[in-house]
């Protein structure tokens, strides 16, 4: 993740709000890791030559923190793998200045629930290991699931 520092897409993902999601959504792969700060028991490592963009995520519950120099090809990706390749969640947390982007507007917006992280996160410095201030833009969490559709022909209770 970039903060800042131009060049730098590799800031982690603070445990505290990487605990918070996995204990609801359960992941089973990190898409977007190295071998130092992947989060899950399984990653799709960059530094082992990997790219989470090309990998299968079928039947995956993914987490993903994106390059955010690649946020509009990670977007993509992740409605692709949800929508048409059997992937049942995506979690992606994204910078809040991309609200306006073109991936943004037409894969997410429509489609998936997103919240704003109240405040701005820390993310953590991967060469100190410490939490970098600095973040300029906020975060977003997306959650990219397929909406439960009722049947056409069901009938509905009364309330």
């Known amino acids: 993740m970039k903060m800042n520092t131009k060049g730098n897409d590799n800031f982690e993902t603070p ?7 996995d204990s609801i959504f359960k992941f089973t792969v990190d898409a977007a890791c190295t071998l130092s700060n992947c989060q899950c028991k399984r990653g799709f490592y960059f530094d082992n030559g990997f790219n989470g963009l090309e990998e299968d995520w079928y039947g995956e519950r993914v987490f993903c923190n994106p390059p955010f120099s690649k946020k509009a090809d990670w977007i993509k990706k992740a409605h692709k793998a949800v929508q048409e390749e059997g992937c049942p969640i995506v979690v992606m947390i994204l910078p809040s200045n991309c609200i306006d982007g073109k991936a943004f507007q037409a894969f997410v917006y429509p489609n998936y629930h997103f919240e704003i992280i109240e405040g701005r996160v820390s993310f953590i410095d991967p060469e100190t290991k410490k939490p970098k201030k600095g973040n300029n833009s906020g975060t977003i969490i997306v959650y990219f699931k397929k909406r439960i559709q009722r049947k056409k ?6 309330i």
């Open 153 to 158: 022909n069901e009938e509905t209770l009364p």
């Open 15 to 21: 445990d505290w709000l990487y605990n918070q999601l």
